[in-house]
């Protein structure tokens, strides 16, 4: 995506992670006739914020994506996306998005309340909670179901997905670091799950 759509804020974009978002939902709608863009914010409880590190978030990341092969909450997630980020009042906490095969599940809703009830109740534990961010609290619906050929809502997810390609301006300031000195890995994105069943179909019948 082009940068000048995006809105000016005190940060700005990574632009090779911003390509591979916007090159994985093109891949994905290739694939597939639909999608169900589910976002949900992975936070730690103020309480804790200070004993958490970046250690710790990122293994409860990797958990969950080697948990997603088994965990039937997941079984049609074609592909998942994460921005680990770091404030002072925050402390670490990931922004996701997760996206599933638009003929299998309808509702974001209830895939995300299920989804922030695996954050705390299964990875975090005790110290964590999370927030369904639901297209409807912004301007711009970028979560919801997305048909291949609705190129309005394709901008519109590409446009919201931008945001785990930002760079803000506590990152800008402070090198991500972790005890030994190497950089800290702040972006995540899956491989696409590869489609089972019949490829290459015309895009009729995969519209149906």
Known sequence: MDQTLLPERLYGYNQNNLDMIDQRIDEL????????VV??????????TLDITDRFMIEAWKRLRNNMRFNQLFAHCITSMAKLEYTPARGWHFHTAFIFNGHHHQSEY?????????WENTLAGMVGHAH??????YRINGTGMVHY?????????KYALAYLAKI????????FTDATGKNIRTFF???????????GRPRADLAE
């Open 189 to 199: 994105i899956s491989q696409e799950k590869p489609k089972q069943g019949l490829r």
């Open 39 to 48: 976002r949900v914010d992975f936070y730690i409880r103020e309480e804790y």
């Open 168 to 175: 803000d301006s506590y990152q800008l300031n402070k090198i």
């Open 132 to 137: 369904l961010s639901s297209g409807q609290d």
């Open 110 to 118: 209830g895939l995300g309340k299920a989804i922030q009830a695996y």
């Open 149 to 157: 050929s609705d190129v309005k809502k394709i901008f519109n997810v």
């Open 29 to 36: 709608l290739q694939n597939y006739a639909k999608i169900l």
